[in-house]
């Protein structure tokens, strides 16, 4: 019974680890727009570009980046165009549609702003 316990809670785990690595676009634009809503400017910067997270230095520096608690991912629309990418999410169900641009650097989707 330990065994089976142990080998489901690795399983889950590996399972886990591996869709967070996914690097769709889509799940990119996730995890950048979730880490900006909760305020973690370096988490953001993970998932872009250098331009963009000198951009979000920036808007930290002068305080500008608001924390959206009540955020929540909602995906609308992506299209994939080479090594460009554009998603279109809302931060809540009634929330206006977003646009991300993103461009895939080395195998990676990375956000442009």
């Given at each position: 019974?330990?065994?089976?316990?142990?080998?489901s809670?690795?399983?889950?785990?590996?399972?886990?680890?591996?869709?967070?690595?996914?690097s769709?676009?889509?799940?990119?634009?996730?995890?950048?727009?979730?880490?900006?809503?909760?305020?973690?400017?370096?988490?953001?910067?993970?998932?872009?570009?250098?331009?963009t997270?000198?951009?979000?230095?920036?808007?930290?520096?002068?305080?500008?980046?608001?924390?959206?608690?009540?955020?929540?991912?909602i995906l609308?629309?992506?299209?994939v165009?080479?090594?460009?990418?554009?998603?279109?999410?809302?931060?809540?169900?009634?929330?206006?549609?977003?646009?991300?641009?993103?461009?895939?650097?080395?195998?990676?989707?990375?956000?442009?702003?």
């Amino acid at each position: 019974m330990k065994v089976h316990k142990i080998f489901s809670v690795l399983a889950v785990s590996c399972f886990m680890l591996l869709a967070a690595c996914a690097s769709s676009p889509e799940s990119v634009a996730e995890r950048f727009t979730e880490s900006l809503a909760k305020g973690d400017i370096d988490e953001a910067k993970t998932y872009a570009t250098g331009a963009t997270g000198q951009m979000l230095d920036f808007a930290a520096t002068v305080g500008v980046v608001p924390v959206d608690t009540g955020f929540s991912f909602i995906l609308v629309s992506s299209e994939v165009e080479g090594d460009h990418a554009t998603v279109v999410y809302k931060g809540s169900p009634d929330g206006p549609q977003e646009k991300l641009e993103l461009v895939r650097i080395d195998g990676e989707w990375m956000v442009h702003m």
